[in-house]
């Protein structure tokens, strides 16, 4: 576990994930660290949360991201984040939460998100989207 949440910590996230593949929880939540969601991450192939809330985080959500097989809780709220919603969220299977509201992100709900069956909570408030989840 990292938790680095609520240390009023500020700049750029520099941490070098892929020396840290053991990794399950990454909490870096109401701090003021800027900049994109760092691709090492992509290394820490157990990480089950994700949590950035109210932070500066910035730019896209990388396909890299959906490669974390293991995920079960998406936080992003609050953030800068921009573009569309992965598609390939679809094949996030054990995501129960996935929390992208008030950020800057547009286009089409992606309806492949309708077979990710254990989603519970889903939120995207306050971005410019479209669409909704199917009932299924």
């Keep these: 576990v990292l938790d ?8 750029q996230v520099l941490v070098d994930f892929s020396r840290l593949p053991p990794l399950e929880n ?14 090492t991450t992509s290394h ?37 984040l921009t573009g569309t919603i992965p598609v390939t969220f679809a094949n996030l299977s054990k995501l129960k939460h996935l929390n992208i509201g008030q950020n800057h992100m547009h286009g089409k ?9 254990h989603l519970t909570f889903f939120s995207v408030e306050m971005n410019n989207l479209t669409g909704t989840l199917p009932d299924n």
């Design 4 to 11: 680095l949440s609520t240390i009023s910590f500020h700049g």
């Design 26 to 39: 990454i909490v870096i939540s109401k701090n003021n660290f800027e900049g994109l969601i760092l691709q």
């Design 109 to 117: 709900i992606p309806s492949e998100l309708g077979s990710i069956t």
């Design 44 to 80: 820490c192939r157990h990480l089950q949360v994700l949590s950035a809330i109210e932070s500066k985080l910035y730019g896209s959500i990388s396909e890299f991201l959906c490669s974390l097989l293991e995920l079960k809780h998406i936080n992003l709220y609050s953030n800068r």
